[in-house]
T-cell receptor
Framework: NAGVMQNPRHLVRRRGQEARLRCSPM?????VYWYRQLPEEGLKFMVY????????ESGMPKERFSAEFPKEGPSILRIQQVVRGDSAAYFC???????????FGQGTRLTVV | DQQVKQNSPSLSVQEGRISILNCDYT??????FLWYKKYPAEGPTFLIS?????DKNEDGRFTVFLNKSAKHLSLHIVPSQPGDSAVYFC??????????????FGKGTLLTVNP
């Protein structure tokens, strides 16, 4: 399966802990996008990365959230000191070019207890 | 401020009939529109798209219509099949404005196709 792979599928964290969400793009894709879906809402853009570069992080909360896409390995979305309001489904998507359709992974469902 | 609105949270149709899902947008910078289908516990799957230079795009059972003056688009599925039952998201981007990668999604419409 050469699709976008996200792990873990489900993640439970206590308030104040750190959450690390991983995304391996489709083979040959160098553009990665992270979206968040809160309950009863549509997906909202968070950040766009290319290898080793953050292109647009205008949708990222100013504090506690960070993202990276290193030269080797998956893209990581990191949430420090999680709060209950961070509970959501986090989707990663990838594309081969900026103008082509993005393919989504199955998402990571984060629950903060 | 919701820039992409799907005003019907749910829609139920009979197998074999037409399903029409609607979407309105407010941002006149949007020039590229997409529909995604999503099953529970899965990621969105791209269905069909349309550029603002067109008013219709067809792919098999799926047709998207765009009315730029009304800032409205719709997805027609005909004939509808039980396997089409899913949440459908409308999304838009502003490609000419340089934000072609940043999709703005509606809240989705749950389509149920009854056998």
């Amino acid at each position: 399966n050469a699709g976008v792979m996200q792990n873990p599928r489900h993640l439970v964290r206590r308030r104040g802990q750190e959450a690390r969400l991983r995304c391996s793009p489709m083979k040959g894709h160098s553009h990665v996008y992270w979206y968040r879906q809160l309950p009863e809402e549509g997906l909202k853009f968070m950040v766009y990365l290319q290898k080793e570069n953050i292109i647009d992080e205008s949708g990222m909360p100013k504090e506690r959230f960070s993202a990276e896409f290193p030269k080797e390995g998956p893209s990581i979305l990191r949430i420090q000191q999680v709060v209950r309001g961070d509970s959501a489904a986090y989707f990663c998507a990838s594309s081969d070019l900026e103008n082509t359709e993005a393919f989504f992974g199955q998402g990571t469902r984060l629950t903060v207890v | 401020d919701q820039q992409v609105k799907q005003n019907s949270p749910s829609l139920s149709v009979q197998e074999g009939r037409i399903s029409i899902l609607n979407c309105d947008y407010t941002n006149s910078m949007f020039d590229y529109f997409l529909w995604y289908k999503k099953y529970p516990a899965e990621g969105p799957t791209f269905l069909i798209s349309i550029s603002s230079i067109k008013d219709k795009n067809e792919d098999g059972r799926f047709t998207v219509f765009l009315n730029k003056s009304a800032k409205h688009l719709s997805l027609h599925i005909v004939p509808s099949q039980p396997g089409d039952s899913a949440v459908y998201f409308c999304a838009a981007s502003a490609r000419r404005g340089g934000s072609n990668y940043k999709l703005t999604f509606g809240k989705g419409t749950l389509l149920t196709v009854n056998p």
